[in-house]
Structures are given as C-alpha cells and as structure tokens.
C-alpha cells in the first residue's frame, strides 16, 4: 500500500527501453533517407562559409585590422573604442591566433547574419499575431535553455561533422534575442504614432517598414548584440564537433591542462566579444540620440 | 624492461607486504575513474559494485579521461584507481610515478586484443576494391579517394579529437608521413561525440572514411570497421615516445612508424593499495575482460543505450563465469547476493 507513495511508478524497463530504440531508429532512418538532401541544401552555405574564412585568412592582416577599425569608428565614433579595437587584434595576432580568431570570426559573422535574417522576420510574425507569439515563445525559451549537447546528437547524425553542422549548432542558441526583441521593439511602438499613420492611409506594410520597424531600431539592435555575444559563448561547444576557430586550442588545453593556452584563448573570445559588443550597443545608442533630440 | 618490471615487482612486495596484515580490516572510501566511453565505464561500475559488495568499500565513481585522470592521481592522488588507464600517451610519467612510489600498476592488461591504429569504413572498399589490402603508405597516394567536404581537392584524414593522448601521435604520423603534401588534411573530430558521429555518418551512408579509432569498440563492432596496416615498421621506442607522442615544437622530425602496441593499465594509487589491503589488489590484477566479450558488452549498451550502471548489471548477471575466476568464492557469493 505504502508502496506507492514510496516508490514512483515508473514506466516499464524494457517499453521505455524499446521506446528509446525506436526514437533512435526512426531518426536514423530519416537520416539515411534524407541525409543526402539536407547535406545538399546547406552546400551553398558552407561554400560561402569557406570562401569567407579563406578571404578573411589571405587578406593582408593590416587590411583586416584596418577594416576593424573602420568598422568600429563608424559603429562608435569613438577614439578609444578604435585603438582599442586595432590593438587587440594586434595582440591577438602578435601571440599566434590570427588564423584561429579569424576562423571564429568568420563563423560569427555568417551565423549573426543569418541569424538576422530568419529572426527578424519570425519576430514580426510574432509581433503581429498573439497566436504565433504563444507558440513560438516555448520553443524560443527550449532552445536557449536545452543544453547544447542534446542537440549536438542529431545535427551529427544528419550533417557529419564539420563548419555547417557547428553553424547550426552556434544559431539555435544564438537565435532567440533577436527574436525576442524584434517583437519587443515592435509591440512597443507608440499606438497614436501608429493611428497618425493609419490616419494617412498606410498600408500595413508601410506602416511596418517606415514607422514600427524604424522606431524598434534600437531595441532590434539590443537583440543582435546578444545574438553576437551568445553566438561567441558557443564557440567551444562548436569546436566539439569539427569546427576551427578559438575553441579548438581550448578544448585541447582543457584536456591537458595548458593554463597559458586556455588563458590566451579565452581572452581573445573575450577581446572579440567586447569589441563586438560595444561597437553594435554604442551604434545602437546612436541611434536612439538621433530619435530623441532633446536628450542630446 | 627487466628492470622496469623489477621495480614494479620490488614495490609491490614493500607496499603490500608489510601491509597484508590489515587487509580487508577496512576498505573504507575510494574513488574510482569512470572516464567517458563506454569500455571505461562498464569497468569502472564493475568494480563498484565487486568492491562495495564483495569487499565492503565505499565507491564513489568521478568522471574523467585519459589525460586529467592521470594528472590529477600523480598529482594530487585522487582518484584512488582509473580502471582503464590507455598507457602510451602518459608513458614517461606513467614509469616516473611508479618508480617513485606515487603509483601502482595493478593490472597490466585489463581487456585482452585491445589496439589503437587507423581504420576504413567498408563503404570505402565497397567503393574503391582497391583500397582491400592496402597499407596506409598505398592509401596515402589516393587523397581523392577520400574528398574533405571543406576542399574537396584534398583528401580528409580524421584525427583523434583535441586534448586526447592520441591527438599528438596522429599530427606527428601526419608529418612523419608527409599527409599534407600528399594531398591530406587532418581533420579535428573536435570530441568523441564528433569522431564517432563522423564514422557513423559514413559507413550509414555508404561514404568513404579513413581515419584513427580503436579496439575494443561497439563503433569497431557494429560497423565492422577494417584496420589498416601501415606498412611501415615500428620505428622503436625513442622515436614513439620522445617524439611522436609530444608537440610538434618539441620534436620537429619524426620518423614514420607503425602505431605501438597499445597497452592498457590499470592503475591505482599507492595509497589505496596499503588502504584496501592485498585482497582488493588480487582482484584488480586478476580481472581481465577477454576482448570479444568486452565488444559483446559494447554493442549491447550501445544497441540499449545502456549507461555503466546497466552495463555492470548485464555483465555481472551474464557472465558469471568470467568474473567469479576474479575473486574467491565467498566473495562471489557476497557479490552475488547484493545484485
């Protein structure tokens, strides 16, 4: 009698066992099926990926340092924020991680981009309909909170290993703020801009083109910035399945022990990441300055 | 060699000779290994059981691999005992820790017919029929055989994942072979997840794969996985240990050879073994896994997705008669009882 409160009733050994198998073997099967196809639908993206990385690799390195620093003046207008920028890839270089750091520069950029691409549009969906945005929120807080390992699993089973698998594996993290605060920025627009809008005849796309997306421009910013962090978090655990970069030289150390190793490594994510981050969110304020004259 | 074994030999005598006396009188906490793959694994719950049931230890199980286990036993002395320790990528400091008493080689092969080395999936013969009986230095003169979906002008060498011993054995071979002007790449499976997806996705989808693994595995059994001879010699000790087992800027010439033997320990700490008393260490010395069983076990977790916990409980039920030979009898029977 007692039994039951103590014991949880738990589902037979030997079903649960055949049910694990049978996940297992379905998706094995699909794989076969479909592997082929799927490898064949991403092999544009991983064209784009080498030939991105190997032009990041055979560009002069004062070119890319130049370009870097462009970047982050037009990103900033700020002085420091460039020598510093320029500084840290000197420094990383100068200690041997020019090919690793591009490497993981390369995959970042491609996945913030796509991220960009398919999350913004998803966040306007979401934006629109409350319908989609119950559905879709549960699957956003699954993928940032599953752990990563989970997932691994089946992208290897379906696409090997390599850069495009690793790709997949940095953007399913990677993808929900963007998401999240594309629909954020939008549903926050002031509702009488909106009426002004309507009142002049805008179509719904013209209202989302020039007024709501407009005016969810930094929120949307706030989003890719920590598309762009969450993506570089995940670059150890891309490296885990064949992807080169910073990771690699981190995994190695972790396994052996190599203190300076892993410390170098780490801080050049780290350097990555800072430059990154306050280049997007000190164009993103730009941006809200220019919005909002009088805090100027 | 002699005089290694000797060493060995004269250790054991002192630790456990003056030590016999208490054996058994209290095994008290240990902790055991339980590295991340599978062969390990099932060793490592085996012995938890054997030596908790049998001989009344408290066991604690602790991850770990090859490279962090044994620094961290040499080092600090825990954990008390990595039931599968892969000796070759920690040869010099294996030696060093026993000859000055920190270690102790307690079983000097664990798992029978084990080996490291290079294989093919049999999609790769199915493809190419000259690929059946070449040698590693014939395959290397056909790198389009086996096209890296990178570059596909070259051909893809999957090495051992970063951090593992043999990840340094395999750069160094890929130099000492001359692979990247022959054409090669060597590719970095990353981890054991992605080495063991990179082989499974091949030989799933008929694809053509050469690369690095081992023996015993269910990988091995399950896709019947074709070793590859080098065709080459081994080109003896020095050349393996001081320069292909180390990093390419310590050692910038080294020689082609065959893989070394691979040679499995299982090793504990010199203090566990005055701990746990003479009784503990016959069992550990005694408890040898014959490989075609060790490969059975391994496709039966594999085919149940069965972690160490099972696998012990399937190995200890199934195949009495192997391990009752390990233990006397009345601990069998302690054992035997407890499952």
């Known amino acids: ?296 | 060699m002699f005089n290694r074994k000797s060493t060995v030999f004269a250790l054991f005598v002192l630790t456990f000779g003056a030590y016999s006396g208490i054996a058994n009188a209290a095994c008290g906490n240990v902790i055991v290994a339980e590295q991340n793959w599978a062969s390990a694994e099932l060793m490592a719950n085996v012995d938890k059981v054997i030596l908790e049931n049998g001989y009344g230890c408290e066991v604690e199980l602790i991850p770990g691999a090859t490279m962090p286990t044994f620094t961290s036993m040499d080092e600090k002395g825990a954990p008390d005992m990595n039931p599968e320790q892969w000796a070759n990528a920690v040869y010099v400091p294996l030696i060093k820790a026993v000859d000055e008493g920190r270690l102790v080689i307690a079983n000097k092969a664990p798992i029978t017919g084990l080996g490291e080395g290079w294989w093919l999936t049999p999609g790769s013969i199915e493809k190419h029929p000259e690929l059946k009986g070449m040698t590693a230095v014939e395959i290397m003169k056909h790198p389009e055989w086996f096209p890296y979906a990178e570059d596909p002008s070259k051909g893809a060498f999957v090495g051992c994942p970063a951090g593992w011993g043999c990840q340094l054995a395999n750069a160094q071979l890929f130099r000492a072979f001359e692979m990247e002007s022959k054409g090669w790449v060597l590719v970095d499976p990353g981890s054991a997840a992605g080495l063991d997806g990179s082989i499974s996705k091949a030989a799933e989808s008929g694809k053509t794969w050469f690369g690095y693994y081992w023996n015993p595995t269910s990988i091995v059994g399950k896709y019947d996985l074709q070793h590859v001879d080098f065709g080459v010699p081994f080109a003896g000790r020095d050349n393996w240990d001081k320069c292909i087992t180390v990093a390419e800027q310590e050692c910038a010439d080294p020689k082609p050879s065959a893989w070394t033997k691979s040679e499995v320990n299982t090793i504990i700490t010199s203090e566990f073994a005055k701990q746990g008393g003479q009784d503990i260490v016959d069992y550990i010395g005694a408890r040898t896994y014959p490989g075609p069983v060790m490969n059975g076990m391994l496709v039966w977790m594999a085919d149940n997705q069965a972690g160490g916990v099972d696998a012990a409980l399937e190995f200890l039920s199934k195949h009495e008669d192997i391990w009752t030979k390990w233990v006397s009898s009345d601990v069998a029977a302690k054992v035997k009882a407890g499952l």
Not at chain 1, 55 to 68: E, S
Not at chain 1, 239 to 259: C, D, E, F, T
């Open chain 1, 1 to 296: 009698m007692f039994e039951f409160f103590t014991t949880f009733p738990v589902m037979e050994r030997l079903s649960l066992l055949e049910l694990k198998k049978g996940i297992d073997l379905s998706f094995r099967q699909f794989s076969r099926a479909y592997g082929d196809q799927i490898e064949a639908f991403f092999d544009p993206l991983l064209h784009f990926l080498v030939w991105f990385e190997k032009l990041l690799l055979a560009t002069p390195w004062p070119i890319i340092i130049l370009v870097i620093a462009v970047l982050a003046w037009f990103g900033s207008r700020s002085w420091k924020l460039v020598v510093g920028s320029a500084i840290a890839f000197m420094l990383i270089g100068y200690f041997g991680m020019w090919k690793d750091c591009m490497a993981t520069v390369a995959i970042i950029t491609v996945c913030t981009i796509i991220c960009i691409a398919v999350g913004i549009p998803i966040g306007v969906v979401m934006s629109k309909s409350d319908r989609a945005q119950k559905i879709i929120l549960p699957i956003l807080d699954m993928m940032q909170t599953i752990p990563s390992f989970v997932y691994l699993v089946p992208i290897l089973m379906l696409l090997g290993i390599g850069k495009v698998p690793g790709l997949i594996a940095v953007c399913i993290y990677a993808l929900p703020p963007v998401i999240r605060l594309t629909n954020l920025g939008i549903r926050e627009v002031d509702k009488e801009t909106l009426e002004a809008s309507e009142a002049y005849g805008a179509t719904p796309l013209q209202k989302l083109t020039t007024v709501q997306i407009p005016l969810s421009l930094p929120t949307i910013f706030a989003g890719v910035n920590q598309t762009i962090m969450m993506a570089l978090a995940m670059v150890v655990i891309a490296s885990m399945i064949g992807v080169k970069g910073l990771g690699v030289p981190i995994l190695r150390a972790i396994s052996n022990q190599y203190l300076a190793l892993g410390l170098m490594n780490g801080l050049a994510i780290v350097a990555l990441a800072i430059i990154f981050d306050r280049i997007t969110q000190e164009y993103g304020r730009r941006i809200q300055k220019h919005r909002d004259p009088q805090k100027k």
